[in-house]
């Protein structure tokens, strides 16, 4: 798959446009429709990976969620956090479940019928889905200062299929963010992107990574002092060690003192609900997180 979209459009954080929808699709997806049953590519698929909204490419359904229930269409007993809206139809009989991030219609959530041990099925229409195989699914951990911040602009790129905020690189067992705060358990506030490696490269989050935060300060970032507010990369193999070595010597024939470390990726702990998506949940941006373009 190429990208469709340059450098200027990935990195300066605007929200792109809704796919395109073809006949059969809006109908489902806008109008509330409903295909017809056995007639969807997913309905039996059994790939490993990961289902996100045909409209807006959010994140819905973990493979691993997904069962046969010969009902004829996909079934899921689990959604992945925060990823479905749930709304009474207007007879107060069925619930429909909508993509929490646009609104698209997926089908719709039932109980009682003992197919798994959740008890639940989510009935959700193939065509209000695309899948992204586990094959081209990588994970990354970057800590660049407050976690909220970080975590905003990564997740405006295309390609990045979801974000998770939390702490990493530390000592303490599932660290809370009140002890991380003391700068006494070693973790780094970080965020965890997960994405499509077809659409957007380590090598271009990296460069977002160095252009959205002050690479230089030394355990601060900003009026945020600390430990935990370290400029740290976090790798999973030498290609990435390689690729972030790489840009580090670029930057510091740019004259810049890097301060950003390079440690293999350690376990990642997610921090708290409220933490997550904190600026999108308020209407707000980062204050200290803005873009400054330094490579070509």
């Known amino acids: 798959m190429l990208i469709c979209i340059t450098f200027v459009e990935i990195y300066s954080g605007v929200q792109m446009d809704y796919n395109k929808l073809n006949s059969k699709e809006k109908n489902i997806i806008l109008e509330k429709g409903t295909e017809p049953a056995f007639s969807g590519k997913f309905n039996t698929f059994n790939k490993r990976g990961i289902y996100t909204c045909k409209r807006c490419d959010a994140p819905l359904y973990n493979s691993d969620d997904k069962f046969v229930s010969s009902c004829g269409w996909p079934s899921f ?46 009935c959700v229409n193939s065509l209000s889905m695309n899948f992204i195989p586990n094959e081209i699914i990588d994970t990354v951990i970057f ?35 009140i002890e991380v705060s003391t700068s006494r358990t070693g973790h780094a506030e970080c965020v965890q992107v997960t994405y499509n490696s077809s659409v957007v490269s380590f090598e271009e989050l990296a460069k977002l990574f160095f252009e959205t935060h002050d690479f230089t300060q030394i355990d601060r970032q900003g009026p945020d002092i600390g430990n935990q507010y370290r400029s740290e990369i976090f790798v999973n193999n030498n290609t990435e060690r390689e690729i972030a070595e790489k840009l580090i010597n670029i930057l510091e024939q740019k004259n810049y003192k890097v301060a950003t470390q390079i440690s293999k990726t350690e376990r990642f702990w997610k921090a708290e609900k409220y933490h997550q998506k904190y600026f999108d949940n308020r209407g707000e941006t980062p204050t200290f997180h803005s873009y400054k373009k330094i490579f070509k």
């Open 77 to 122: 007993d689990d959604e992945i956090a925060d990823a479905i809206k749930k709304t009474i139809d207007a007879d107060g009989v069925r619930t429909e479940i909508t993509c929490a991030n646009c609104g698209a219609h997926l089908g719709h959530i039932f109980t009682g019928e003992h197919y798994t041990a959740k008890n639940i099925r989510h």
């Open 143 to 177: 800590a660049g200062g407050c976690f909220w911040g970080t975590e905003y602009k990564f997740s405006k790129v295309n390609g990045v299929i979801f974000t998770e905020v939390g702490y990493t690189g530390g000592d303490k067992e599932n660290p809370n963010y």
